[in-house]
């Protein structure tokens, strides 16, 4: 594959990318495969099992165009998972490799024990790393009577990548296809024109937290198979196929950051992060009402909301004050005063969302559903809060059901794992997953009258 010109040297080569890829397809004919989600709060691995006859079954229907395709989510069972409290992460960026190392071989090997296997090959999700969108666009010329796969290659690798200092590629996948400047094509082989164009999204990391996660995979003894922008698992699994296709936004609410991620036409087109959490919301509570981060979190947890309620004034919360060690003297607080605390943090975060998203021009597409996910998420009434600041339909998503995928491990919180199965099973085309034709083959119109002359004769 030719190298693309303003490729970033920061990150992964084209050749890196293309090996990792190559490890998943591996690992997925091995069938065994780890999917590492490292957040701020936890650290969660799932070991999947990968039928691979049943998976390239889904493969050949897809490629056929049968509705057949969509049980390659079926070839993928969880046989093991492993969550433990993460260390070393904040705001969804390692700041401690030796903390983050402890946590993902300590993932590793509860979901190791609970599967009975050992895995050597991991894809992982990158929450941080400043996620930035793009585009780009490849032309090429149609060299026979109809677009075929040589065409879409030559089309697809002639789309320019963006190269910035200190960042690094992460996604690049067509999301449309053009003939004769008409566009809206998924797959253009097959069609009669002569100008084949091709518009991808581009997403780039800061380089750094990219390598730093790289080398903490590395080091729990995993060869990497893919690194995976949070913000993009999370749409994969918590929106629903008819969500991706008209339009809608995912607002994975972690305990570090918030991403967000747009589709429309069943592909990612923008993501991006907010870096604020569940955690900021704690440090709010701790501070503002003086007592410790540990006990600001379970009162959090258990007692807080995004919206007041006229009972509010008579629910009282026990709430330690800092460096109160008597049980007896501890004070009480209604659950008023700690919504009280809580909104204006959430209402920061939601507000900045909606001026990211309208930034990003969603209010333009037709469908305009917007699905919160994410720990965060679950915190009562946000649902109704966001509906009200972001202006749109608004639900609370949970993730699609995996087979073998255990019910505490089902909910909001772990959205960005199980997309990494679905990533796992149906991971979408990337640039460099295209063969670039040779430069000299099929140039020139003596080189496509002859090739004409060869199809059709």
Not at 152 to 181: K, M, W, Y
Request: glycine residues 12%.
């Amino acid at each position: 594959m030719t190298a693309h010109p303003g490729v970033s040297l920061h990150g992964p080569t084209l050749n890196g990318l293309r090996a990792m890829r190559e490890r998943l397809r591996a690992a997925a004919r091995r069938g065994l495969v780890a999917a590492i989600d490292l957040g701020s709060a936890k650290t969660a691995c799932f070991i999947l099992r990968i039928d691979a006859q049943r998976l390239a079954r889904a493969q050949e229907m897809a490629e056929a165009g049968d509705a057949g395709a969509h049980d390659a989510l079926g070839a993928v069972r969880v046989v093991g998972v492993g969550v433990v409290r993460s260390g070393g992460v904040r705001l969804g960026e390692i700041v401690d490799m030796e903390e983050a190392g402890r946590s993902v071989r300590a993932a590793l090997e509860l979901a190791e024990k609970m599967a009975g296997e050992r895995v050597d090959q991991a894809v992982a999700t990158l929450s941080g790393g400043r996620p930035r969108s793009a585009a780009a666009h490849g032309l090429a010329m149609v060299e026979g009577v109809a677009v075929c796969a040589r065409d879409v290659a030559r089309a697809a690798t002639s789309c320019r990548l963006p190269r910035e200092e200190g960042r690094a590629l992460l996604h690049a996948q067509p999301v449309n296809f053009e003939i004769d400047g008409v566009g809206g094509l998924n797959d253009p082989r097959g069609m009669s024109g002569e100008r084949l164009g091709c518009d991808a999204h581009v997403l780039t990391v800061a380089a750094g937290p990219l390598r730093n996660l790289a080398q903490c995979v590395r080091g729990a003894d995993l060869e990497l198979a893919g690194v995976v922008s949070g913000a993009y698992a999370a749409g994969l699994s918590s929106l629903v196929e008819d969500e991706q296709r008209l339009g809608a936004a995912c607002v994975d609410m972690g305990a570090g950051a918030t991403s967000l991620s747009i589709f429309l036409r069943g592909h990612m087109i923008h993501a991006q992060s907010v870096r604020l959490g569940g955690d900021h919301v704690t440090l709010d509570i701790a501070q503002g009402l003086a007592m410790p981060q540990a006990d600001a979190e379970r009162v959090k947890t258990l007692h807080g909301g995004a919206v007041a309620t006229g009972l509010d004034d008579r629910e009282m919360i026990e709430a330690p004050r800092l460096g109160d060690d008597d049980p007896h003297e501890r004070r009480r607080i209604s659950r008023a005063v700690l919504i009280g605390v809580i909104r204006p943090r959430l209402e920061e975060t939601l507000e900045t969302v909606r001026d990211r998203l309208r930034a990003a021009g969603f209010e333009h597409l037709p469908g305009r559903r917007i699905v919160l996910t994410g720990g965060a998420a679950q915190l009562p009434g946000l649902e109704e809060a966001a509906q009200r600041i972001l202006g749109r339909r608004t639900r609370v998503g949970r993730p699609m059901r995996i087979a073998g995928l255990p019910q505490n491990a089902a909910g909001p919180a772990f959205a960005a794992g199980v997309g990494l199965a679905v990533y796992a099973a149906r991971p979408r085309d990337e640039l460099w997953d295209y063969d670039a034709p040779s430069a000299a083959a099929g140039r020139g119109r003596v080189a496509r009258a002859v090739r004409w002359f060869k199809e059709n004769w």
